[in-house]
């Protein structure tokens, strides 16, 4: 079966390709910022869900091939539910790991899946909770670059998962793809078993 996935996150690819799950990357782009604007008055969880949609009919307006399985998603940090972002550069990503230092936060991940001429989405929510780090950790850590591409400036699944104390939920949500939620979607909705495709 063709899987197209809808995104160009290094991080989703990989998960993909360590699943053994075969598929296509579609390069294609959403005008996300205006989405942003628009959608900003919801609350996180339905945020990434809308972006997730976008970027998944987007694809399918971009290739219009119903035979194919298309996946996408989207995620978000969100500290008392204000959204943060990929970093703008150094000193925004070191206002916002100071910001995470000894307390909690979320994590959403928006998920959509588009096949045969119907669109089925969802969220998926993990809370993180960093220990007490320091201004010289943050400073170490930046100069790694590793926080230029994600959102809240950290990767748990590389150095930023030093920071974290705990975790209550999917890992996978905060890598940026609830595999399992993404999975049972899929299989409950279309009967495709993205775990069993052979």
């Known amino acids: 079966m063709k899987i197209i996935l809808a995104s160009k996150s290094p991080r989703r690819r990989k998960m993909f390709d360590e699943l053994k799950i075969e598929h296509i990357l579609w390069d294609g782009e959403v005008d996300e910022n205006s989405l942003k604007d628009k959608i900003k ?60 230092s000894d307390t909690s936060h979320y994590v959403y991940s928006g ?50 998962g030093y920071f974290v104390e705990s975790v209550n939920g999917d890992i996978n949500n905060v890598v940026g793809l609830p595999i399992l939620k993404l999975r049972n979607m899929i299989l409950d909705e279309f009967k495709i078993d993205l775990f069993n495709l052979d």
């Open 41 to 100: 008055k919801f609350p996180p969880s339905k945020q990434v869900e809308l972006l997730a949609k976008a970027k998944a009919e987007g694809c399918f307006e971009d290739i219009k091939d119903s035979d194919a399985l298309i996946i996408a998603a989207d995620t978000v940090v969100a500290l008392k539910n204000n959204i943060l972002g990929k970093p703008i550069d150094d000193d925004d990503a070191r206002n916002m790991l100071r910001s995470m």
């Open 111 to 160: 998920v959509c899946a588009v096949y045969n001429g119907k669109t089925v989405s969802s969220s998926e929510k993990t809370k993180i909770k960093f220990r007490k780090i320091t201004d010289q950790e943050i400073k170490r850590y930046i100069e790694t670059g590793e926080h230029k591409d994600k959102a809240g400036s950290y990767g748990i699944q590389e150095k930023g």
